[in-house]
């Protein structure tokens, strides 16, 4: 008989939720998900462990807690306080006598703290910039009467464009103003209402990269190791991520060793085990800003999935929290010599995307293939439905080529 393996719990059964359970299947690791009834992820992995309901609620958490031997999150918008509680005290559960109630303790992997100080940006960078990781240029904005006034501070300081962003809850750029000139200042107060807000210098890069790193930790909370997987480059449109590029186009060696080395120092200063997503922004003079970083699998890490097949950014999260990778190290490396990931992004119709998805079908030839992941989710104007990941026997720029009409597919349906 297999050996049993242990249960691990999931906050948000959505895309990334669904990607991990499909990791999870072949490898006999059962996956408990907090979340409503037919959400990506239970769509994919039928159990009687799951827990319907709101990751939110501290209640439906600790419900999900008392039936799992670890907690993990798919998003970072989450209730760290009762995770602190789950991690620190434990939750109820009947003693084994059936006579009463004991406190289990379960591990919550990224730990709490990781994902409290990443929920608020603002906090999340200035804790990075102390820890003397290069970031933006930032400033706390005032709220209520101070707000004009200290949005003019910001103005004056950073000069136009500067970023305006609120510190907390965003994704996609919907918590992004760009203020652009004085006459944004006022809509832009109107538009941000009263969220807290910290205003960021502009960042005139040359393109955004972008490091999964996977981070391992013993029992009693010590860094084992960090191991980055290959640098990508990532193309947002509209402050959404669009396409993904393994590897990043014309940059040299050095660079992406750099990106690797400063995303591995970003995810060795926080705590708990899992992947972890660096955004990065990178200079024309060749210096690395963090943008931010997410406590998860992440859009820009879809591609491991068919390119580094041995270990995809969703086996990683799976063996780094059950403490399964190897004392000698995880092989990272890319399967491929180049990948492309296009999200699929909801069109105008409820059908817009299905042109693009057959296309994406029908797209290979001796050197590239083309690989669908759809989500399950109803589609909307601009909501990530979907991706495709495009793999290449030969450069990046020549799969780009091969590809040009899928490329072109996508931008028509986000037109
Ligand atoms: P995510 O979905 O990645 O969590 P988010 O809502 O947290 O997104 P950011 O990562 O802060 O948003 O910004 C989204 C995009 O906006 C960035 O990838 C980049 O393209 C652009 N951007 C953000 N900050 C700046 C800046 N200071 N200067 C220039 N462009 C920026
Ligand atoms: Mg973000
Ligand atoms: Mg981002």
């Known amino acids: 008989m297999a050996t049993k393996k242990p249960v691990i719990g999931l906050l948000g059964g959505g895309q990334l939720g669904r990607m991990l359970c499909e990791a999870a299947g072949p490898l006999g690791i059962p996956i408990a998900v907090l979340d409503a009834e037919d959400c990506p992820a239970k769509q994919a992995n039928q159990n009687s ?4 309901g709101s990751f939110k ?3 439906k ?3 999900l807690a008392s039936r799992v ?8 918008h989450v209730e760290t306080e009762v995770l602190e509680e789950i991690a620190t005290k434990g939750v109820e559960v009947p003693s084994p006598d059936g006579k009463g109630t004991i406190l289990k303790k379960v591990s919550v992997h990224p730990s709490w703290k990781t994902i409290r100080l ?21 400033m706390a904005i005032e709220s209520g009467e101070g707000r004009a006034d200290s949005l003019d501070e910001a103005a004056w300081k950073y000069g136009f464009p500067f970023m305006l962003k609120g510190s907390k809850g965003s994704y996609d750029g919907r918590g992004n103003f760009k203020v652009s000139g004085p006459e944004d200042l006022k809509s832009a107060i109107e538009q941000m209402g009263d969220q807290p807000l910290y205003a960021e210098k502009w960042v005139p890069f040359e393109m955004e ?20 997987y290959p640098v990508v480059e990532t ?4 402050s959404i991520c669009t396409k993904v590029f393994y590897p990043p186009r014309s940059i040299p060696e050095d660079v992406k060793k750099r990106a690797q080395k400063v995303a591995s120092d970003v995810i060795a200063s926080l705590w708990g085990r899992g992947v972890f997503a660096v955004e990065m922004f990178l200079l024309a003079d060749g210096h690395i800003l963090v943008n931010e970083v997410a406590p998860r699998p992440h859009n820009s890490g879809h591609f491991t999935i068919e390119a580094v097949p041995q270990m995809s950014q969703y086996k990683a999260q799976l063996y780094s929290i059950l403490d ?26 409820p059908t817009s995307h299905n042109r693009f998805v057959e296309l994406a079908e029908s797209t290979y030839d001796e050197y590239t293939d083309v690989y669908v992941h759809l989500y399950g989710k109803e589609s909307k104007p601009g909501r990530k439905i979907g991706h495709i990941t495009a793999t290449g026997l030969s450069s990046v720029e020549r799969l780009a080529e091969t590809i040009t009409p899928l490329i072109n597919a996508m931008d028509e349906i986000r037109a």
């Open 324 to 349: 399964l990778i190897p004392r000698k190290g995880a092989n990272l490396n890319a399967r491929v010599p180049s990948s492309i990931m296009l999200n699929i992004l909801g069109g105008a119709q």
């Open 57 to 59: 609620d501290p209640e």
């Open 61 to 63: 958490i600790k419900l």
């Open 209 to 228: 990269l972008s490091v999964m790193v996977l981070r391992t930790e013993d029992d009693d909370g010590n860094l084992k190791h960090v191991y980055p």
């Open 69 to 76: 031997d670890f907690l993990t999150v798919e998003i970072e």
């Open 118 to 138: 990443i929920q608020d940006k603002y906090q999340q960078k200035e804790y990075f910039a102390k820890n003397g990781i290069p970031v933006a240029e930032q």
């Open 235 to 238: 193309i947002h449109e509209d």
């Open 49 to 52: 462990l799951h827990v319907t």
